[in-house]
């Protein structure tokens, strides 16, 4: 016990490592914890139809969010000059107007969106969804700063606290009118939220509009390829909701929205924290220069891949059971979903961390290079998937589409000398055996999306 507190309570690397991972699961477990608890109550506040629109709207706002990402916190976390208060204004200011371009683009593509999917109620709801983009835009650099030094406890405790804001709000407007408006302001109230808590309550300078031409030439050099590479990110994340949206029924698309957000969650709650740990500790201990760094990465990776292997696993098992514990009979298909999507995240474990190796070195080019390779793959199998196999097929694809992009991952890996092939072997095996044992358990279950 006095070794794991040392552990934790030093100022090295790996205390700092141990202390943000912790602070990470702890916000993004109670934010999920949140979600869920408005979810369930939303569900009965709410029909299956609002959440096929919000879906919708989600898509929309969180793609152009990453379409034009221009890798902010990337560059703040690996940049040499990421404390100097000139980089920092510019890019605040670059994020500010970034915002404010986003709100406009999405308020113009509200009416071609609402044609696209013949949902005319998006007109409605869009514009008000998108203004969470615009207040983002103004979130102090203080943020970036926080886990440039994995220094994220506080942050946490604004973000799990700005979140219940917004979700307190969208409850009680559901309750008093019965709207999906109530869904689209939830995230714009919590977005103020966090603006407000992070602005008066996180320490650190207050930004200003500054532009520096040589920290705008780092953040647009390095940017301009994550600008590329996050248009990407939303077809892996997000381009089955927009395939299946012109796909599936309103109401259907809603239970599948649930279902995603039950068998995502393992590797979401990774996802969130590998993202902001693992640049920081591949800058510190880069694996090419010498085997200590080696071994002490393939214990984090390892140790990784264990934790998030076994909820996924854990949550695909107990899917169509959890289902019929939290949510009423119109969202029972919901179950099997969870089970498949849960399943299909499992070999990103085998590919977890390496792509952040490459950011943390400042390639930005090579790691668009494979987030390209991840996105073409993707869409092709899930339009395959839907033409052969139905909504089952389109959800299995996504574990073929990771399958199919593991070569690409490698050169990455490799380039960096990252790549652990035990690692990835013992990955890929125990994910056969298990995902056998699951599907033989929840046959009867997941033949009853078969005809959809």
Request: hydrophobic share 55%; net charge positive.
């Amino acid at each position: 016990m006095s070794r794991l507190l040392t552990a934790f309570s030093g100022t090295g690397l790996m205390a700092r490592v141990l202390r943000s991972a912790s602070w990470l699961m702890v916000g993004y477990g109670g934010s999920q914890a949140l979600r869920l608890a408005a979810n369930l109550i939303m569900t009965r506040l709410l029909f299956p139809e609002a959440f096929g629109i919000m879906t919708l709207v989600t898509v929309v706002v969180v793609g152009l969010s990453l379409f034009s990402d221009v890798g902010v916190g990337p560059s703040i976390a690996q940049n040499p000059r990421g404390d100097d208060p000139d980089f920092l204004n510019t890019a605040w200011t670059i994020q500010v107007f970034r915002g404010c371009m986003l709100f406009a683009v999405a308020c113009l593509l509200t009416v071609p969106v609402a044609r696209f999917y013949q949902e005319p109620e998006l007109v409605k709801y869009l514009p008000v969804g998108a203004l969470a983009l615009l207040v983002s835009g103004f979130f102090p650099t203080r943020i970036e700063t926080a886990h440039r030094h994995l220094l994220v406890g506080r942050l946490t405790v604004l973000d799990l606290a700005s979140q219940a804001i917004g979700i307190g709000f969208m409850v009680i407007y559901a309750e008093l009118t019965q709207s999906v408006m109530a869904l689209a302001l939830g995230g714009v109230v919590s977005a103020v939220a966090k603006l407000l808590l992070t602005h008066f309550l996180l320490p650190g300078p207050v930004n200003r509009f500054r532009w520096e031409p040589a920290a705008a030439n780092d953040l647009i050099h390095f940017g301009k390829w994550i600008f590329l590479s996050t248009a990407l990110t939303f077809v892996i994340s997000q381009g089955d909701r927009a395939i299946l949206g012109r796909y599936l029924s309103i109401d259907m698309l809603g239970i599948y929205n649930i279902g995603y957000f039950l068998g995502s969650f393992p590797m979401m709650a990774g996802l969130s924290m590998i993202g902001r740990i693992m640049i920081p500790v591949y800058r510190d201990k880069p694996p090419a220069e010498g085997d200590m760094n080696r071994r002490y990465l393939s214990r984090l990776r390892a140790g990784m891949s264990l934790s998030i292997g076994l909820a996924l696993l854990l949550m695909a098992a107990i899917g169509p059971q959890l289902v019929g514990l939290l949510y009423d009979a119109r969202y029972q298909l919901a179950g099997p979903m969870v089970t498949l999507i849960s399943l299909a995240f499992y070999p990103r474990l085998v590919i977890l961390t390496y792509d952040n190796v490459a950011l943390a070195m400042g390639d930005s080019r090579s790691y668009f290079i494979v987030m390209m390779v991840r996105a073409v793959f993707q869409i092709f199998c899930i339009i395959l998937g839907l033409a052969l196999f139905g909504l089952v097929g389109g959800i299995a694809s996504m574990a073929v589409a990771t399958v199919a992009s593991y070569p690409a991952v490698v050169w990455l890996a490799r380039k960096y000398g990252a790549w652990d092939a035990g690692h990835d072997v013992v990955a890929i095996l125990a994910g056969l055996l298990a995902t056998a044992l699951i599907l033989w358990m929840h046959w009867a279950d997941i033949a009853l999306l078969s005809g959809y």
